[in-house]
């Protein structure tokens, strides 16, 4: 009897084992699972961000242009304006 109960026990063991292992499995999986989701969003984030400062930059670059050009036109229209005032004196 007592023989009975230690096999049953056993069997009972063996079987929450096997359960604990099935479930440590899958969760190994799942852990794999998400560090390769992980790793594919920040590759992504990088992407997008290496993308995002290009066209920071490129705008930056435009804006300079522009105010370039405008100082020159500026600059053009104040040497004029002397001229103007020069030719008006005399």
Known sequence: MQADQM???LAAERSNCQKV???RA???RQNKDLHAKLSE???QL???TKAAMQALESKIANLEEQLDAEARLVESLLTF???VS???KV
Do not use: F, I
Request: aromatic letters at 4%; glycine letters at 0%.
């Open 46 to 48: 990088k992407t997008r």
């Open 41 to 43: 969003l920040e590759a």
């Open 21 to 23: 292992d099935a479930e």
């Open 86 to 88: 020069y030719c008006r």
């Open 26 to 28: 899958m969760l190994d």
């Open 7 to 9: 096999s049953s026990d």
């Open 81 to 83: 304006s002397r001229l």
